[in-house]
């Protein structure tokens, strides 16, 4: 087990690197940066001529060392993220990125694995209840609602969230009411949350509730039918007993083996569903640093969900071998 | 008439395969480096040769090497060491072992196999058309109308119905799905076919059938076989020597009725004793060996059967016997294999 | 009497009827089925189904209302031929925004196959139409911002959606059993090198990753070539499933005995390959690609939404709802929204239909059942 925890570890190490790198080169792609955005703010706003526009925006890259080569850019932004937590300068906010990644990217993990969780228990209840009850009434509507829940765009569902908050006058965005936002921690404040965080785990959960409703009774539709389960009813356990202690445990495994690609399919719905509308989550954050090409910030929330799926894969590889030995000598 | 009459009696002399201490051996990796912590013999230095017109048995426990040393000698495994000699079409003698792609494509055309598994040897999205026709694709020997005729006659000629060919391997029985095979390998008009427990996949009823058509084949198109089987009283009936092996090693080697009737080697008697009988002439004498095959990753000292062996003696635990031989035509690797009396069986036991 | 050898031939059922024997029992796939070739067939012919030119502007018809189809007019009365009524725009006294309301004394009758503006299809000019009226004009859909026939731009823009979802989902999947067959078959430095690469891939949230991409792309290129690197950017992302899958699948296909014939017999690796073990990966293949249109279709429509994807003139289904990101507009027009119902009708589809084809792909697996 040690060694293959070991194993593990090391092999994605090379894994992280080539994310990184791929991080910032896929940040670098774009013609341009942030400072000829700049440049051409003060061209036409500024009333600049296009020398002085230019040697501003040069000094601006000395400045930020954007005019060292690439490699060297790479190497200073990696050296300090790991020695000193420093994942660069965000030129939009003019702050460091650390200032403003870390509480955003907080509220969209804190979302996605609130709409996991919810997802997986609805999800795992109604494949249950659907299975059990194949081709009733109830089955057909639970797969009905769970087909339409895989096919419709999460923005979709946001747009029509919004349109209802409209028309019964709540205003669509943020996490907390106007006089709750800048006001300390407290049970109201909370309540206030709640009032507000159930829309996006409402609208990304659904796709989540009906996958994992699709697998759920997928899987123990085929357990039900094995000679297993027979031998179980023939025995004359209740039937309870059959479902739950035979059949949804080992129908479980699936769930959990996914396990590790649900937290990005939630983040990419919380992505969509808060730009939306305008949760001040990492969502809109990061739409915002691509399209103005503030390439720490959206680097570093690329690299920092890469690095979370990693350790959360790998998290989940170790589980998978302590549950089940037969991993550890794949 | 004159000139084929001696040829054919040269060839007589001329051995069509010969293997010289042929090994095997798979490494086996353990922990966080993969290192190698040891090695599975599955084939431990085996040496045989095999006449034009012959079918040599190969016989042994599942798990002793037979079919590893059946794909060794078409290098379908590339073994680790040793030499095959192969006599090819020209009467030229080529050292497949030593073979560059190009050369081992062109002899893949003379020796060929059939599996075990009918089954599983068959591509299910092919039609039989398609599956019989393609070693002569491969080999460019035929095309379009011809090698529809060709396979036509092929399937008739191994018992199957010409206008089944466009049919799909799952529409078949497995003795027909065996005869496929057959014919598949016999597509590319080979001189030498090593057929690999070609009938313990099938019914006993049909296995006869297949039997007799390998039979038959053998006689028609002047084929050698190598015959590898677990079941003794099958390789009985097809072969004219046979060879026993036990633990990746030869450990007796003989005219089929001499290794039947005086087996020399005790795992060889033990073997014989377990075929089953029907006639109650005799009392049942079945030898049952102490304890299971060992693991060839940790193979015994000296004798590797002495551990089950009921003769065995000191010196077996420490010394390795060769293959000596005791007769006219008839090997064994046994220290005491001429002090011993073995019991062989009655010529009516196998039928 | 002479027989004839080739007609009493006895044909098998290969694989793929097989495969429709079974898929022709599972009613909800053939009802994906048959909303798949209905959109398919809807944007292939565009313009032959729309009644107006959808790129002509008219800003006097900025945000008009769907018409209703009627057959019973303001009277009471029943008519044979369906009608709609023209539409006249006021302007509100208070608001000075647009009212537009149904004229019930001017019915314009629905002509079918009339005559009208031209257009191309797979390079044959026509101007016949599947429907029209002979003056004034009818919007089933209703109108965009810039007065533009919302059905035809929809329908239009499908032409995209699906060309996307189909084109990304078929390179995946050539890619996908390209690399998986390879990695699975040769092993070794091969397999390692494919292996982290599927395993960098999948370690990136999609999304954001796409997002990265397309933002990436310079804004001065054309929309067809932001058409194509879209593709391009689809498929290099999605091929790692594919390729873990049909690894797995080859590695157990490499043992088995079928396949060591083929080598047995002097056969070629590509032959082994792309004869032997490919075509035995189809099962595999048609549920990814089943999985992967249905997911292309809705990212596409969401990058375009957000602005990164594709970019007007073009037009796809994500594009037209890019109007619809304001909440003041979908609550004064709610049917620009519209486009939506084509994406989720689109997506619904092929999940039926994949749901089918999934049950139907393995009609007899390759060991004794």
């Known amino acids: 087990m040690g060694g293959y925890v070991l194993r593990r570890i090391l092999m994605s190490i090379p894994v992280l690197f080539v994310i990184s790198v791929i991080v910032f080169v896929v940040i670098q792609l774009p013609p341009g940066d942030y400072m000829t955005t700049i440049q051409i703010q003060l061209q036409s706003l500024g009333g600049l001529t296009e020398a002085e526009a230019a040697r501003v925006a040069d000094e601006l890259r000395k400045a930020y060392g954007l005019d060292k080569p690439l490699y060297v850019q790479y190497f200073v932004w990696i050296k300090n993220i790991l020695t000193r937590g420093d994942f660069g300068f965000s030129f939009q906010y003019r702050k460091p990125v650390s200032e403003v990644i870390w509480e955003r990217l907080g509220w969209t993990i804190l979302i996605a694995s609130l709409c996991h969780l919810v997802s997986t228990l609805v999800g795992i209840i109604i494949g249950i209840f659907s299975a059990t009850r194949q081709y009733s009434v109830g089955d057909y509507v639970a797969t009905f609602f769970a087909f339409v829940g895989l096919s419709t765009p999460s923005f979709f569902l946001a747009l029509v969230a919004m349109y209802i908050m409209a028309s019964r006058g709540i205003q669509p965005g943020g996490l907390f009411s106007q006089r709750y936002l800048l006001a300390p921690w407290s049970w109201a404040k909370f309540v206030d949350l709640l009032k507000h965080i159930w829309i996006p785990i409402a609208i990304v959960g659904f796709a989540g509730t009906a996958r994992n409703m699709r697998v759920m009774r997928g899987n123990l539709l085929d357990i039900l039918h094995q000679p297993y389960v027979l031998t179980a009813r023939s025995k004359g356990l209740p039937e309870r007993t059959v479902v739950f202690k035979h059949a949804v445990v080992n129908a479980l495994h699936p769930i959990i083996m996914y396990q590790g690609m649900v937290l990005p399919f939630m983040i990419s719905g919380e992505i969509v569903a808060s730009t939306v509308l305008n949760i001040p989550t990492a969502g809109p954050m990061f739409y915002s640093a691509l399209v103005s090409q503030d390439m720490y910030l959206a680097g570093s929330f690329l690299l920092l969900v890469a690095v979370l799926l990693v350790v959360g894969n790998l998290l989940a590889d170790i589980l998978l071998a302590w549950v089940d030995p037969r991993v550890r000598y794949d | 008439m004159l000139l084929i009459h001696t040829l054919s009696e040269e060839r007589e002399k001329q051995y069509l395969l010969e293997v010289k201490g042929l090994k095997k051996y798979f490494p086996l990796t353990r922990g966080f480096w993969r290192r190698t912590v040891g090695q599975v013999k599955a084939v431990d230095g085996v040496s045989f040769s095999i006449k034009e017109g012959e079918t040599l048995g190969l016989v042994g426990e599942s798990g002793c090497g037979k079919t590893t040393l059946g794909r060794c000698i078409l290098r379908l495994i590339e073994p680790t060491a040793g030499e095959v000699w192969f006599t090819d079409r020209e009467g030229k003698r080529v050292e497949i072992t030593k073979m560059s792609p190009e050369e081992l494509k062109g002899i893949r055309r003379e020796m060929r196999m059939i599996f075990q598994d009918p089954f599983s040897s068959l591509n299910p999205r092919l039609t039989v058309m398609e599956i019989v026709g393609e070693p002569m694709q491969i080999h460019g020997m035929a095309q379009g109308k011809e090698l529809e005729d060709r396979v036509r006659t092929l399937l008739e000629m191994v018992g199957l119905k010409a206008q089944h060919m466009r049919r799909y391997p799952y529409e078949f029985s497995g003795g027909q799905r065996q005869r496929i095979c057959i014919a598949r390998a016999l597509a590319s008009n080979p001189r030498f076919i090593i057929a690999d427990e070609p009938v313990s996949a099938l019914d006993v009823s049909v296995q006869a059938q297949i039997l007799n058509l390998l039979e038959d084949l053998k006689e028609q198109l002047h084929l050698t076989y190598l015959f590898i089987s677990h079941d003794l009283s099958v390789v009985y009936h097809v072969s004219d020597r046979v060879a026993v092996m036990y633990l990746g090693k030869l450990v007796e080697l003989g005219d089929t009725e001499s290794v039947y009737f005086t087996p020399k080697h005790p795992y060889t008697e033990a073997l014989l004793s377990a075929i089953p009988r029907v006639s109650h002439k005799e009392k049942m004498h079945r030898i049952l060996l102490k304890g299971d095959v060992p693991s060839p990753l940790r193979a015994p000292s000296g004798c590797a059967f002495h551990p089950r062996c009921r003769y065995a003696e000191a010196v077996c635990a420490q010394e390795e016997p060769v293959l000596q031989r005791v007769g006219a035509d008839h090997y064994v690797a046994c220290h005491f294999a001429l002090e011993l009396a073995l019991r062989g069986v009655e010529a009516d036991v196998c039928g | 009497m002479i027989k004839k050898n080739v007609a009493e031939l006895e044909r098998g059922k290969s694989y793929l009827q097989l495969v429709w024997r079974k898929f022709k029992k599972n009613r909800l796939g053939l009802l994906g089925g048959i909303i798949i070739v209905i959109l398919g067939i809807l944007a292939l012919f565009a313009p032959f189904f729309a ?319």
């Open chain 3, 51 to 369: 009644p107006h030119d959808y790129y002509r502007l008219d800003a006097d018809k900025a945000y008009r209302p769907p018409q209703r189809i009627r057959f019973i007019d303001a009277n009471g009365k029943f008519h044979w031929r369906p009608f709609v009524y023209d539409m006249v725009m006021d302007v509100d006294p208070e608001t000075f925004s647009r009212i537009y309301r149904e004229d019930a004394r001017k019915p314009l009758y629905i002509r079918f196959f009339v005559r009208s503006w031209e257009y191309k299809i797979l390079g044959i000019r026509s101007n016949l139409h599947l429907f029209g009226v002979d003056e004034g004009s009818i919007h089933l859909l209703g109108t965009d911002r810039l007065g533009r026939d919302l059905l035809g731009r929809i329908l239009h823009g499908g032409r995209v959606s699906l060309t996307i979802a189909f084109l990304g989902a078929g390179i995946t999947v050539v890619l996908g059993s390209v690399m998986g067959a390879l990695s699975g078959y040769y092993g070794g430095f091969v397999d390692m090198l494919v292996q982290r690469a599927v395993e960098v891939l999948q370690s990136f949230p999609q999304l954001p990753l796409w997002m990265a991409l397309t933002a990436a792309l310079p804004r001065t290129w054309s929309s067809l070539q932001v058409f194509i690197s879209m593709v391009i950017i689809f498929s290099l992302l999605n091929w790692p499933m594919l390729a873990r899958e049909i690894r797995g699948k080859v590695l157990s296909l490499r043992e088995q005995d079928f396949v060591v014939a083929v080598k047995e017999m002097g056969g070629s690796n590509a032959r082994i390959v792309f004869r032997h073990i490919l075509p035995n990966c189809l099962s595999h293949i048609i549920v990814v690609l089943t999985i992967s249109i249905p997911e292309l279709i809705l990212m596409e429509s969401v990058l375009s939404f957000l602005g990164l994807g594709i970019q007007p003139p073009m037009v796809s289904w994500g594009v037209l709802l890019q109007g619809a990101q304001r909440i003041e507009v979908i609550g004064l027009y709610p049917w620009v929204i519209s486009p939506c119902v084509f994406i989720i009708l689109a997506v619904l589809g092929f999940n039926f239909l994949g749901d089918g084809l999934r049950d139907a792909a393995d009609p007899y697996s390759v060991r004794r059942a």
